[in-house]
């Protein structure tokens, strides 16, 4: 599990690309510190496994599944990434639940600046849109962000100037692509609220709950 408070910038020093899959090396120094291999390290928001390591590199598998779910396909030696290790037990939770398996990828639209701070404003698509709130947490590129306002098509967040140096962020430009995972929360409840299943009352398969459903059983 990650909290979305990225340790440092690493940078893609080599991809190593197979029929539908890739091996990527990153160069890095603070996520390195007591990293072992089997390790997990969200790139860019994506829970990759540690394969091997060097001094200031380490390697991970990224499987077709990742690639087709992702942004990790357009990196290419040189690229920026983000990277976080995974929480300790006795870490400070500074961020939200990021649990690295990201949900879809997102398109910059727009970005301006508002005095301090800087707007983002992110396209995606529906199934991605219908778990996003005003004022609740989304992960891009690993970065857990507070969303700011949500429309039809799109959603915003506002940015710190220190966000911006700490992240890959800066670099983003309009029509890029960026990583998204929701939090993970909403889709939890929206699962056990569809699939009741300690009710020996459940709604029927597909319906959901009801205001029927509700007033049925003393709600």
Known sequence: MFTGIIEEIGHVKAIKKGVSSAILTIS????????QIGDSIAVNGVCLTVTSMGKTTF??????ETLNRSGLGSLKAGSSVNLERAMAADGRFGGHIVSGHIDGTGKV???????????????????????IVEKGSIAIDGISLT?????????????IPHT??????????????????????????????????????????GQGITREFLLKNGF
């Open 164 to 205: 911006r140096k700490a992240t890959t962020l800066a670099e983003r430009k309009t029509g890029d692509t960026v990583n998204l995972e929701n939090d993970i929360v909403g889709k939890y409840i929206e699962r056990f609220m569809s699939c009741p299943e300690d009710s020996n009352d459940k709604p029927e398969k």
């Open 59 to 64: 390697d991970a598998d990224v499987m077709p």
């Open 109 to 131: 639209l727009d970005i301006r600046e508002n005095d301090n701070a800087v707007w983002y404003t992110i396209g995606t698509d529906n199934k991605i849109l219908r778990y």
């Open 147 to 159: 969303v700011a306002s949500v429309s039809k098509d799109s959603f915003k967040v506002s940015i």
């Open 28 to 35: 890095a120094q603070k996520v390195l510190d007591n990293t």
